[in-house]
């Protein structure tokens, strides 16, 4: 069964950066669009970034354009998301989802298979 264990959350200071990770397990992800989503307290989930299964990126939020980058290692069936410049809007459970091959859009329904998501909590 297809699954995904996102890691790599925790407590930073605005202008830090992180490293999400996003596990496959149980199957290979290599022929899966993968895309991360976050979701704030109070708001509704959003799509951020997306990798296709050929590694070409998707960006979904403009707020996080120039500062967060999506990329993928087939061999340890894990997709990352590295942040840079960090902002406390940027505090959220961050999610990882599946597609089929591309990223067909921004859409909830486009992806499944989510994580239980890793918290990220931008503040001093």
């Known amino acids: 069964q297809l699954q995904f264990v996102e890691s790599g959350g925790g407590l930073v200071q605005p202008g830090g950066s992180l490293r999400l990770s996003c596990a496959a397990s149980?199957?290979?992800?290599?022929?899966?669009?993968i895309a991360w989503f976050r979701q704030a307290p109070g708001k509704e989930r959003e799509a951020i970034l997306c990798i296709s299964s050929s590694g070409a990126g998707t960006n979904y939020a403009d707020s996080v354009k120039g500062r967060f980058t999506i990329s993928r290692d087939n061999g340890k069936n894990t997709v990352y998301l590295k942040m840079n410049n960090l902002k406390p809007e940027d505090t959220a459970v961050y999610y990882c989802?599946?597609?089929?091959?591309?990223?067909?859009?921004?859409?909830?329904?486009?992806?499944?298979?989510w994580g239980q998501g890793t918290q990220v909590t931008v503040s001093s």
């Open positions: 149980g199957f290979s992800l290599r022929t899966y669009a």
């Open positions: 989802a599946a597609d089929r091959e591309r990223c067909r859009g921004s859409e909830d329904y486009w992806y499944t298979n």
